[in-house]
């Protein structure tokens, strides 16, 4: 599609000025977390691409490196033990996406678009085969994000996917940012631990590595 090719140089372009306009605030928040807790700034976590590709998404780490290994958040007992003090205010502003500009950057992923899949989400990842949405880049936010988030089953989830590839344009990106941006700041459709939504959740907890 051409818009996908004028989506990338867009990408291109916001992710650049992303890193220089936010740079300010990486510094601030890679010195809180170094001090806050021991352990990495960043967090890897291998996450399903464009076309079932596989790339390492990042995030700044919000867990202790203590924290059980191979064990879902929402599996742990009182995962707010787990969870550092700045990794909570990470959590609930979503400021613990912003490397994934540099996933941006790099071509893993586009601003607006699915979010990519864990590795092992393997029914969310069946489910978007049926709608088209693992041939397009995933997205740092999305249209299932500003329509239920984590609160959202995964079919449910994977329509919604489906509905923004058959509507992707540029007016529709620019609806969904304006639209991720009202979501964060209302801190709407994000839940930890018990509360959190654990159907078809299967990924290993954040740990040094």
Do not use: C
């Not at 009202?182 to 290993?204: C, D, M, Q």
């Amino acid at each position: 599609m051409v818009y996908l090719k004028i989506k990338r140089l867009i990408d291109i372009v916001l992710s650049l000025l992303g890193i220089i306009i936010f740079s300010p605030v990486f510094l601030v928040l890679i010195i809180a977390i170094k001090l806050d807790s021991e352990g990495p700034v960043l967090f890897k976590q291998k996450r399903v691409g464009i076309h079932k590709s596989h790339f390492n998404i990042l995030k700044f780490r919000t867990m202790r490196i203590d924290t059980p290994k191979d064990t879902p958040t929402h599996l742990l007992e009182n995962p707010d033990r787990w969870i550092t003090r700045v990794g909570k205010f990470l959590r609930k502003t979503s400021l613990d996406e912003l490397p994934q500009i540099i996933n941006i950057l790099k071509g893993e992923m586009s601003i607006i678009g699915p979010r990519p899949a864990l590795w092992n989400q393997y029914h969310l990842i069946e489910e978007r085969d049926k709608y088209g949405s693992n041939d397009v880049p995933p997205g740092l936010t999305g249209w299932a994000q500003i329509n239920g988030r984590d609160e959202l089953p995964l079919e449910k989830k994977a329509k919604l996917d489906g509905e923004y590839v058959e509507k992707m344009r540029f007016s529709f990106d620019v609806e969904i940012f304006f639209k991720t941006v009202f979501s964060v700041l209302r801190s709407e459709g994000v839940k930890e631990g018990a509360e959190r939504n654990t159907t078809e959740i299967t990924a290993t907890n954040e740990r040094s590595s």
